[in-house]
């Protein structure tokens, strides 16, 4: 599993795992902070993934280290392993009491499950190693109570399913206009409407946000595809906005 560097400082880092996956697996990300060499694993993914997430985490420091593995919404890409990741050190998973139910049917026994903090509906400010961290409600734009996670030391947006892509081969967007192609059927297609996205636009833009990192595909980390992307997708209309696409009898 690949690893790359997104941001370091003395106390603070922010680690990419790149996909792992093979075959017809969805691309998925792993992202990792560490502050003070306390450590938030971000949306792991699923039983074929973990192996290769727990070695990478473990070359890097020990287990007893990670305080928090978070979830940012329901979906089965990432509600697959924390039982595993519960049951081999004292890690907190961070999940919303909605989707408790959810993640009980992938075989989270009575013990783990007495390690889940629940996360209000209106977010919540999560301190790691000392260091703050917003978890910002951003309902719909994945799930009907969903969070995204803003770290204001590396001005990083963990956006999970908003800003994801698909069909490409590199990890980092280079060209803005040309990544769009690789975005649209997957906002269009998995996220709720375009007044969501024009919501979370307007909450976006009271943070100083210096990279977008996504749950599936390439990180946005200029500025100016940052500012590209919420104007972008402020505009896109998905999900009911294309109603009269759908519920239609088949022909």
Avoid: C
Wanted: aromatic share 10%; glycine share 6%.
């Amino acid at each position: 599993m690949p690893t790359q560097v997104l941001f370091k400082n003395e106390e603070h880092a922010n680690y990419l795992l790149e996909d792992s996956t093979h075959g017809k697996f969805g691309y998925s990300n792993q992202h990792l902070i560490i502050h003070n060499e306390r450590a938030m694993l971000l949306d792991p993914d699923g039983h074929k993934v973990y192996p290769y997430a727990n070695g990478e985490l473990s070359a890097r420091m020990p287990r007893h280290r990670i305080e928090y593995v978070f979830l940012s919404h329901r979906d089965p890409d990432l509600l697959v392993s924390p039982d595993a990741w519960l049951a081999i050190s004292e890690v907190q998973a961070l999940l919303t009491n909605t989707w408790l139910d959810f993640i009980l049917h992938f075989g989270m026994d009575g013990v783990t499950s007495d390690r889940i903090t629940s996360i209000p509906h209106e977010g919540m400010t999560l301190h790691l190693g000392g260091s703050p961290l917003m978890i910002l409600p951003t309902q719909f734009l994945a799930s009907g109570t969903n969070f995204q996670i803003y770290d204001p030391i590396s001005k990083i947006l963990y956006s999970g399913d908003l800003g994801a892509s698909a069909g490409i081969g590199y990890t980092i967007v280079e060209d803005f206009n040309d990544h769009i192609q690789y975005m649209r059927g997957f906002h269009q297609n998995y996220l709720a409407s375009n007044k969501s996205f024009k919501l979370w636009a307007k909450m976006a833009r009271q943070f100083e946000i210096d990279m977008i990192a996504p749950q599936h595909g390439a990180i946005l980390t200029k500025k100016t595809h940052v500012s590209a992307f919420i104007d972008w997708v402020e505009n896109l209309p998905s999900g009911v906005d294309l109603e009269d696409q759908v519920n239609k009898l088949p022909v």
